[in-house]
């Protein structure tokens, strides 16, 4: 790697975890260039050569996000080794855990500290309709037995509020761990887990 590709990708990540810190502490918001320069330990100059300002900062990192969360549905091959939707599901899971596990900080940041309160809808937007594609492409198509939307509402909601909830623990499970977790939701209804004494 180039020593200038290095040095870029460095003040990048500082500026990234300082504006996670900031929007943890005063909500994204209240926060100023200032605010991140000087948590990140750079002069303004330097911020303004990667970003026009914060929104500017903000959107460059969801838009990443989206891009990566769409990508993983194209990596590998999944659309094309995927033989039936638990073998989609599986994929997915293990894939989509691993992921947000590495970006849990931002991923809190944006939902739970006062981030971007569109960023988790976008999320599931793109999920809806990725996972409806990759559906569409093995030949499965939803019941008609309450209206789409509900499901899709139901289905992806779900997963990311478990995802939420998983991020957000102290000690949270495996990636691996938690993507067998979410594959035993998809496989049963709620009524299944309750087990009488």
């Known amino acids: ?5 290095l040095r870029v990708r460095k003040t990048r990540a500082k500026i990234k975890k300082a504006l996670i810190e900031t929007i943890n502490e005063k909500g994204f918001g209240n926060l100023t260039v200032s605010d991140i320069t000087e948590r990140a330990g750079i002069n303004r100059g330097t911020f303004y050569i990667h970003y026009k ?6 959107e460059q990192l969801e838009e990443a996000i989206y891009s990566d969360i769409i990508q993983l549905f194209h990596d590998n091959g999944t659309i094309y080794s995927a033989t039936s939707y638990e073998d989609l599901n599986r994929q997915f899971f293990q894939k989509f855990s ?3 596990y590495g970006e849990r900080d931002f991923i809190l940041a944006m939902v739970l500290g006062n ?6 809808h976008k999320i599931k937007q793109i999920l809806i309709r990725e996972l409806l594609k990759r559906m569409e492409y093995l030949g499965i198509k939803m019941s008609d037995e309450i209206p789409h939307e509900y499901i899709e509402e139901y ?3 779900s997963m990311l509020n478990l995802s939420i909830y998983w991020l957000e623990k102290d000690n949270p499970e495996p990636p691996n761990e938690f993507a067998k977790i979410m594959m035993r939701t998809r496989t049963k209804a709620p009524l299944a887990f309750a087990v009488k004494e």
Do not use: T, V
Not at 53 to 58: E, R
């Open 155 to 157: 289905a992806i909601g």
């Open 1 to 5: 790697m180039h020593q200038n590709d």
């Open 115 to 120: 981030g971007d309160p569109m960023f988790y």
């Open 53 to 58: 300002g914060k929104q500017d900062l903000l």
């Open 98 to 100: 691993a992921y947000i």
